[in-house]
């Protein structure tokens, strides 16, 4: 089983923009006041961890279709297959 690379792409590019969001969270007191910025903060942190967790997993799922000087680059790629 792969993942469509476009789904990669995008959970990545969440990631990043959520990531970018967390840093930027010292600026959400000015614009929001320091209870509201409390707020936004927890939930883009929980957001944060769950897109990358996500991804995570998604980028962990070898794919099958690689030849084998191909796939034996890749650590978390499919063993290689006994020649026979």
Do not use: C, Y
Request: proline share 12%.
């Amino acid at each position: 089983m792969t993942i469509n690379p476009r789904w990669g792409l995008w959970l990545s590019m969440i990631a990043a923009v959520v990531s970018a969001l967390v840093a930027g969270g010292a600026q959400f007191t000015d614009l929001f006041g320091p209870e509201n910025s409390k707020t936004i903060l927890a939930f883009l942190g929980l957001a944060n961890t769950v897109v990358n967790a996500v991804n995570a997993v998604l980028h962990a799922i070898p794919a099958q279709s690689l030849p084998a000087p191909t796939a034996a680059q890749f650590p978390l790629g499919p063993p290689p297959q006994p020649s026979h």
